[in-house]
């Protein structure tokens, strides 16, 4: 059975429930997902491991997960101070936001 969406948010939803286990205070590959940095390898991991898959992927292999999976990948090096998803403040979601205002501008201007 290949990992879906369903059970990335399964993972993600036990990640935001404080149930998720990752090494903390280093800065992690992370990914963005809605509002928040999510660990990377651990919450691809663990979405694999609910999806009865192998579960010790590497960072790269994790990325390559979630490029089949979700139609925009943003990744970042987040330190994690606790157990948690590393919340976006206001004006860091203005400018998650103005990026993707600048990609789609330039995928327009190609058309």
Known sequence: MKMTKDELV???DECNNGQL???LGSERFSFLYGAGWYPLRATVNRAR???NESCNLTKDQAMA???KILP???VSEIEFMEVAPVKLKNQEIIHEINILID???NVTMEC
């Open 10 to 12: 399964m993972a993600i």
């Open 21 to 23: 286990n990752f090494n």
């Open 49 to 51: 491991e609910i999806s």
């Open 65 to 67: 997960e979630l490029i």
């Open 72 to 74: 925009y990948i943003r």
């Open 103 to 105: 990609m789609i501008k």
